[in-house]
C-alpha cells in the first residue's frame, strides 16, 4: 500500500490473552470518542475504528506514511485513560496492511472466534463501524475494508455450513431439547439457577420457540430480575418462582435445564418421583450441565425420566466443531477471492495519481492543438479535430492502464508509476520563458 493511506492493527484477544487482560483492554463505547479524539491529535492519522467484544479488543487504523505507529498509538491509549502495555506487551496482536485485512476479514467470517463460525461478531463490527462513524469521517481504505469484510463474512455463512451446529454447552442444550419435541412451542422449560450459562441457554430456548419458562433460582431477586430481562417488556412468556417451588415446577415442564453450580445435588429421585406421579407418564427431559453435578445419579432411573450432562453435550459440540472445521477451506477460499477484489482496488488507487498526470497533461496538448485548429478552422473543423483526439487519448489511457495492472511484479509496476510520473508530472514552466503553443510540422511563422 505504499504511496498512500495504509492501514495498522493493534489488538488482542483470546488465543493471546487471558479473560483479565482482555477485560482491562476492554474500550467502553463512551471511550471511543477520546479514544478518536486523541488519534485525530497524531500527525498523519486519517480515521480508526476500535472494536471490542468479550473476547477480542481491536484497533483498525489508517494512517498515511507519516504516521508513527508504536508513539502515537501509545500516546493515544494513555490520553484515553487506557494501558498502552496492554496493547504492546506479550498478549498483543500488531499487524499493517494487507495483515491487517486479511485479519479483519477473517473476524467478520468468524475464523479468529472462540466458537468457529459464531455470527455474533458480524453484528459487533457492524456496531463499532456504526459507533467510529458517528465520531468522525473514515478514510476510504478503512472504509473499503470494512464494507468488503462485511460481505466476506455474509458469503462464508451464507455459502458454506461453518456456522451450523450448536458450538457451545448452552446451545448444544436447547439442540438436544429439539430432538425431543416435534413441536417446542407446545412444551415449556424450566430453568434451574439464573447465571450467564443459563442465561445464554434461555435465550436459545426463547429464540426457538419454547412454549413457556421458568425460572427457579436461589436468590429470588435473581430470579426476577432474568425473568425480566428475557421477557422484554412483552408479556410474561418467562415467570420467576421462589426455590421452595422447584419440586412442584418439575411437574409443570417437559425439559429442565439446571446450571447452578451448587457443592450438592439439587434434583433428588425423590422430588422427581413426585413429580412423576403428576405427570401420568409424560416423559421428563433433565439437562445437566452444572460443575459439579445438579443431578442425583439415580434420578436417571426414575421411570420416563432421561438425564444428560455435560459428556452428552460435550460429544454433540466435538461433533458440530468437527464439522465446521470441514468448512474452513471453502470459508478460506471466499475470503480470499473478496481480499483479491480489495487488493485489485488497492492496486487502481495507486495507479490514480499518475494516470490522473497523464491524462491532464494529453488533454492540455489536446486543447491546445483544438485551440490552434479553431483560431485556423471553422468549429466544425475543430470539433472534429476535438472528437479525434478525445478518443486517441481514450484508447492511450486505457493500453497504459493494461500494461500497468499486466506487470508481472509489483516492482515492475512501481518502475512503470514512476516513469509515468516523471514524464507526465505537472512541471512548472521556467519564469523567464512564457509556454509556446505546439506547431505542425509545416506551420511557418
Known amino acids: 500500500m505504499a504511496g498512500h493511506a495504509g492501514l495498522h492493527l493493534w489488538g488482542i484477544d483470546h488465543r493471546l490473552a487471558p479473560t483479565e487482560v482482555r477485560e482491562r483492554a476492554h474500550i467502553a463505547p463512551e471511550r471511543v470518542g477520546e479514544l478518536l479524539a486523541a488519534l485525530s491529535r497524531e500527525p498523519g492519522f486519517v480515521s480508526a475504528v476500535p472494536v471490542s467484544t468479550c473476547n477480542r479488543t481491536e484497533i483498525y487504523v489508517e494512517a498515511l506514511p507519516g504516521f508513527a505507529p508504536f508513539d502515537s498509538m501509545t500516546r493515544s491509549l494513555a ?50 463501524y456504526r459507533l467510529a462513524k458517528e465520531h468522525h469521517e473514515l478514510g476510504p481504505v478503512l472504509m473499503r475494508a470494512f464494507q468488503g469484510a462485511f460481505r466476506a463474512g455474509k458469503r462464508v455463512r451464507t455459502e458454506t455450513k461453518i456456522g451450523e451446529g450448536a ?24 430453568l434451574v439457577g439464573a447465571g450467564e450459562t443459563g442465561a445464554l441457554a434461555a435465550r ?19 430470579a ?28 409443570d415442564v417437559d425439559v429442565v435445564l439446571s446450571t ?7 434434583i433428588l429421585p425423590e422430588m422427581v418421583r413426585a413429580a412423576m406421579r403428576r405427570r401420568r407418564g409424560r416423559p421428563l427431559y433433565v439437562l445437566d450441565i452444572a460443575v459439579p453435578r445438579d443431578v442425583h445419579p439415580d434420578v436417571a432411573r426414575v421411570d420416563e425420566t432421561y438425564v444428560f450432562g455435560l459428556d452428552d453435550l460435550d460429544e454433540i459440540v466435538q461433533a458440530n466443531l468437527a464439522a465446521r472445521r470441514k468448512q474452513l477451506p471453502g470459508a478460506e477460499r471466499i475470503i480470499e477471492e473478496e481480499l483479491a477484489e480489495f487488493r485489485a482496488w488497492i492496486g487502481e488507487m ?3 495519481p499518475s494516470v490522473a498526470e497523464f491524462r491532464a497533461y494529453l488533454e492540455d496538448l489536446k486543447e491546445k492543438q483544438v485551440g490552434y485548429v479553431r483560431r485556423r478552422q471553422s468549429d466544425e473543423v475543430a470539433a472534429a479535430v476535438d472528437a479525434s483526439l478525445q478518443q486517441f487519448i481514450k484508447k492511450v489511457l486505457g493500453r497504459s492502464m493494461e500494461s ?15 516513469t509515468l510520473h516523471r514524464l507526465f508530472a505537472p512541471q512548472t514552466p521556467p519564469t523567464s520563458q512564457e509556454p509556446r503553443e505546439p506547431r505542425e510540422p509545416h506551420d511557418h511563422p
Do not use: C
Open 79 to 128: 490520553g484515553a485513560g487506557l494501558d498502552p502495555s496492554l496493547f504492546t506487551g506479550e498478549h498483543a496482536v500488531r499487524l499493517t496492511d494487507g495483515e491487517a485485512v486479511h485479519r479483519l476479514y477473517r473476524v467478520s467470517a468468524g475464523l479468529e472466534s472462540m466458537m468457529l463460525g459464531e455470527p455474533q461478531i458480524s453484528g459487533q463490527l457492524k456496531d463499532a
Open 167 to 190: 458450538v457451545s454447552v448452552a446451545f448444544a442444550a436447547v439442540e438436544l431439547a429439539r430432538k425431543f419435541f416435534a413441536d417446542l412451542p407446545r412444551h415449556r422449560a424450566l
Open 204 to 222: 436459545h430456548f426463547l429464540q426457538q420457540g419454547i412454549g413457556g419458562l421458568i425460572v427457579v433460582n436461589r436468590s429470588p431477586e435473581r
Open 224 to 251: 426476577r430480575a432474568l425473568a425480566d430481562d428475557l421477557n422484554g417488556g412483552k408479556g410474561e412468556l418467562v415467570r420467576a418462582r421462589p426455590w421452595e417451588d422447584l419440586p412442584a415446577a418439575l411437574a
Open 260 to 266: 447452578t453450580g451448587s457443592l450438592e445435588p439439587v
Open 350 to 352: 495507486d495507479l490514480r
Open 404 to 418: 500497468l495492472k499486466s506487470a508481472e511484479s509489483e516492482q515492475e509496476r512501481l518502475q512503470h508509476l514512476a
